[in-house]
């Protein structure tokens, strides 16, 4: 599946968790697609107006980093709320109330909109403990 295949770094350096969650879902990619399925159709003419994976890959980094949130922010001493509010309100999908989530082939959570996932693990949100709440939101995730 594409969510398995993003967590490659050799493909998709840079991409993890949350990453995945919000291009996914930003591009309407149910996540357990055969990556050969959302790959073998890329050109070299993606535009902004309807990017591909990879395109979106860019633009969602980008918009993180426009953030301009301190890496410090989430360190687990220095968190600042502030900081960690205005991620979170920029998340649309990752963790976020609401929102369907399932366990992929690596183990890890895969968050996702209800209409995927069904029949693969998926559970609520609130119906399984996010290894990822609070401080450790960013654990793993370079400056």
């Known amino acids: 599946p594409i ?11 840079g991409i993890g968790s949350y990453l995945r969650a919000e291009i996914l879902y930003r ?6 697609l055969s990556a050969r399925s959302v790959l073998e159709n ?19 980094s980008w918009e993180v980093i426009r953030l301009n949130i ?5 360190d687990g001493v220095n968190k600042c709320d502030t900081d ?10 990752y963790n976020v ?8 082939g690596w183990g890890n959570t895969m968050w996702h909109s209800f209409m ?3 029949g693969r693990h998926s559970r609520h949100a609130i119906d399984i ?13 370079k400056p």
């Open 3 to 13: 969510c398995e295949v993003m967590f490659l770094q050799r493909y998709f350096n």
């Open 27 to 32: 591009l309407d990619i149910d996540p357990y």
């Open 42 to 60: 890329l050109t070299t003419k993606s535009c902004d107006h309807h990017p591909d994976i990879l395109k979106m890959c860019h633009i969602i």
């Open 70 to 74: 301190p890496y410090e922010s989430y």
């Open 84 to 93: 960690h509010g205005v991620f979170k309100a920029w998340l649309q999908c």
């Open 97 to 104: 109330k609401g929102m369907g989530n399932s366990v992929d």
């Open 116 to 118: 995927y996932g069904k």
């Open 129 to 141: 403990p996010s290894k990822l709440d609070g401080d450790s939101m960013l654990d793993g995730v």
